[in-house]
């Protein structure tokens, strides 16, 4: 019996850090710039006062929206050859929801693909 508390203590610890560790990479910003290419969706976001690039599945989103997401990986000097471009990092993310219905006023000039 003692054997059996243990391990169900240790699977509660096991499943506790790894909800914590989930919920470090959730993410909730403003969408600044957002493109399709090659099934994916990019978005760039301004999550705490800097800006990072996500990429998902083909999701509808605008620029002016607030998103929540959770990250999924993560690779630095990605290059995405339907794009033409390099980016220094590059999130993967499912599951994007769409917080505001409608798109509120971008707060800065959306920054144009290069």
Not at 57 to 67: D, F, L, M, N
Request: charged share 20%; aromatic share 10%.
């Amino acid at each position: 019996m003692r054997l059996f508390c243990l391990l169900v203590r240790s699977f509660a610890t096991v499943v506790s850090v790894a909800c914590a560790v989930a919920a470090a990479h959730a993410g909730e910003g403003e969408v600044i710039t957002t493109m399709d290419s090659a099934g994916y969706t990019y978005i760039e976001v301004r999550l705490d006062g800097k800006t990072d690039w996500l990429a998902s599945e083909p999701v509808k989103v605008s620029v002016g929206q607030r998103i929540r997401f959770e990250e999924f990986s993560m690779m630095t000097n990605f290059r995405s050859e339907s794009l033409f471009r390099t980016f220094p990092v590059m999130r993967f993310v499912n599951d994007v929801k769409v917080l505001s219905a409608t798109p509120m006023p971008a707060t800065s000039a959306p920054v144009k693909a290069q």
